[in-house]
């Protein structure tokens, strides 16, 4: 086990609903990465979180928002859901001195319907 | 065309065999280089990096052509528990990592 957590496993949403998922890095982890993985896919960089300010964002539109609080935990919010946002999406933690050596969570499976 | 490419496979070979997976990738500026590997409806995890000269981990080999802009893992006397997906993973920057799709590999008896 890597010692980072998500919340919830899984969820149920509605096409247009909101969404807010959660993260607790691995402890003296700083810094927070997000990843959305569609069925069959490798995981595709959202953004990540470091002293609680984005520092980095992938190609995804601005629906997608996220937080990292004082103790490095972390939340990922979608607005307007859609269809294709149907995915399993991962957080990872790491130390800034070490981007690199990412550790995951296992995951939340979010279905919009 | 994708960032990071890869063979999906699947690799189907029996135990104690040698199997090789290759990853391109587009972007000439990437600086780092990763293998990770995801079971079954788990999460990713670090396998191993990849550096210029080449490395090492026990059975596992990882080479960068940096010229051709591809990397490549070899592993050796496969075992029942190297069944998994294996991510080739590109960074240009500290903070965005790019994840090939996958080759799967299953290991038989």
């Known amino acids: 086990e890597t010692g980072v957590t998500q919340s919830p496993t899984h969820l149920i949403k509605t096409r247009g609903q909101q969404v807010t998922l959660r993260c607790s890095s691995q402890?003296?982890?700083?810094?927070v990465s997000w990843y959305q993985q569609a069925l069959g896919q490798g995981p595709q960089f959202i953004f990540q979180y470091y002293r609680e300010e984005e520092n980095g964002r992938g190609n995804f539109p601005p629906r997608f928002s996220g937080l990292q609080f004082p103790n490095y935990s972390s939340e990922l919010n979608v607005n307007a859901l859609e269809l294709d946002d149907s995915a399993l999406y991962l957080c990872?933690?790491?130390?800034?001195?070490?981007?690199?050596?990412?550790?995951f969570g296992p995951g939340t499976r979010l279905t919009v319907t | 065309r994708k960032e990071v490419e890869q063979d999906p496979g699947p690799f189907n070979v029996p135990e104690g065999a040698t199997v090789a997976f290759n990853c391109t990738y587009s972007?000439?500026?990437?600086?780092?280089f990763f293998w990770y590997r995801q079971d079954c409806r788990k999460e990713p995890k670090l396998l191993m990096s990849?550096?210029?000269s080449g490395n090492e981990d026990g059975r596992f080999t990882a080479q960068l052509n940096r010229a051709s802009q591809y990397i490549s893992l070899l592993i050796r006397d496969s075992k029942l528990s190297d069944s998994a997906t294996y991510l080739c993973?590109?960074?240009?920057?500290?903070?965005?990592?790019?994840f090939g799709a996958g080759t799967r590999l299953t290991v038989k008896p």
């Open positions: 402890s003296g982890h700083n810094t």
């Open positions: 990872a933690s790491s130390l800034a001195v070490s981007p690199y050596e990412q550790y």
């Open positions: 972007n000439s500026a990437s600086q780092s």
């Open positions: 990849v550096y210029s």
């Open positions: 993973v590109v960074s240009v920057n500290n903070n965005d990592m790019r």
